[in-house]
């Protein structure tokens, strides 16, 4: 069956830190990957998404995100963290118009 | 970019009333439109799919009854809560485009029941 984990709930980083963002997948083919951004009371906003090619995928806001497919995941990650990336992070997976999401994870920015 | 409006963005109405939510693609043509529907602090679940001039697909365990899918036009699709109830209250989110990989979401809608 098709499903998508994200682990961590909630994460809590410094402004300024690193940020890893994590996303396992469990999918009968290769599926297409993505990963949005929700603000409080907001849609979704499409930070990066994987189709084929280049495992490391650039995305917006200084985002990005690499496929491996030996682990099944696809981590969001970017390198510094400002106090307006503080949101809700939901990894997809889908393929043929079947999408899937994850849980989702809650960042928070500390001055 | 591609932009998909909801409206209302919010709405409140007595238990028993029916609602309707308009999903619309405001510069694109949305031959799939998709109906999500998101829980306080959880994640997105998948509640319909439906194609312009055909009958909405509904996933396992919506009632298509109670939640009535029209898709009329390449630029809108409505969703109707009949008969609400306190339980339907909810985050309700629409994303329009040609297949999975071009979906453009709304800003949603906010629906409570009282």
């Not at chain 1, 069956?1 to 963002?21: F, K, R, Y």
């Not at chain 1, 990963?35 to 995928?57: A, E, H, R």
């Not at chain 1, 990336?85 to 393929?95: I, L, N, Q, S």
């Not at chain 2, 998101?38 to 365990?61: C, D, H, I, R, V």
Request: charged share 15%; glycine share 8%; with cysteine.
């Amino acid at each position: 069956a098709q499903s998508v984990t994200q682990p961590d709930i909630h994460i809590t980083v410094s402004e300024g830190a690193s940020l890893e963002l994590r996303c396992n997948y469990s999918y009968g083919a290769t599926p297409y990957l993505f990963w949005y951004v929700q603000s409080p009371g907001q849609g979704l906003q499409l930070l990066l998404k994987y189709f084929s090619g280049d495992t490391l995928v650039q995305g917006i806001k200084g985002f990005e995100a690499e496929f491996k497919r030996s682990q099944s995941s696809f981590n969001l990650r970017k390198p510094s963290v400002h106090w307006s990336d503080a949101a809700e992070y939901f990894c997809a997976v889908g393929r043929n118009n079947d999408m899937r999401f994850g849980a989702g994870t809650r960042l928070t920015v500390k001055p | 970019g591609a932009v998909v409006s909801q409206h209302p963005s919010w709405v409140i109405c007595k238990s028993g009333t029916s609602v309707k939510i308009e999903c619309r693609s405001l510069d694109f043509q949305a031959t799939t439109m998709f109906w999500y529907r998101q829980f306080p602090k959880q994640s997105l679940m998948l509640m319909a799919t439906s194609n312009e001039g055909s009958k909405a697909t509904y996933e396992q365990g919506v009632e298509k009854d109670k939640f009535l899918i029209n898709h009329a036009s390449l630029t809108l699709s409505t969703l109707t809560v009949t008969s609400a109830h306190p339980e339907d209250s909810s985050f309700y989110i629409c994303s329009g485009g040609g297949n999975i990989d071009t979906q453009y979401f709304g800003p949603g809608t906010r629906l409570t029941v009282l």
